[in-house]
């Protein structure tokens, strides 16, 4: 499985992105997807994921009410959209994948994308 991540850039504070994240090669083994973010000198950091066969999808406190994630099976797209952005949401975001379900304290995901920056100017 190969993800590619894509959308980051350089926003104001209080302004939106959409992080896209299209998977190819055996999509078929993906149960999971999700979003992670690491801030300089930060750790990873747990944003949100979705099952892959449908599902509520779920986030961390930190994003909850402002970020979304859907995803669309027909092109095998995970999508990230983030409103009211903070400051401390900079980071790198990298989309993730799996057999299994994505979690905030689950397993280290199988399958990594290549990151993507997204700034947020106060």
């Known amino acids: 499985v190969q993800l590619q991540a894509s959308g980051g850039g350089l926003v104001q504070a209080g302004g939106s992105l959409r992080l896209s994240c299209t998977a190819s090669g055996r999509t078929v083994s993906i149960y999971g997807m999700g979003w992670f973010r690491q801030a300089p000198g930060k750790e990873r950091e747990f944003v949100g994921a979705?099952?892959?066969?449908?599902?509520?999808?779920y986030y961390s406190d930190s994003v909850k009410g402002r970020f979304t994630i859907s995803r669309d099976n027909t092109k095998n797209i995970m999508y990230l959209e983030m409103n009211s952005l903070k400051p401390e949401d900079t980071a790198v975001y990298y989309c993730?994948?799996?057999?299994?379900?994505?979690?905030?304290?689950?397993?280290?995901?199988?399958?990594w994308g290549q990151g993507t920056q997204v700034t947020v100017s106060s």
């Open positions: 979705i099952s892959w066969i449908g599902g509520t999808p």
């Open positions: 993730a994948a799996d057999r299994g379900l994505i979690t905030q304290l689950g397993h280290e995901p199988a399958y």
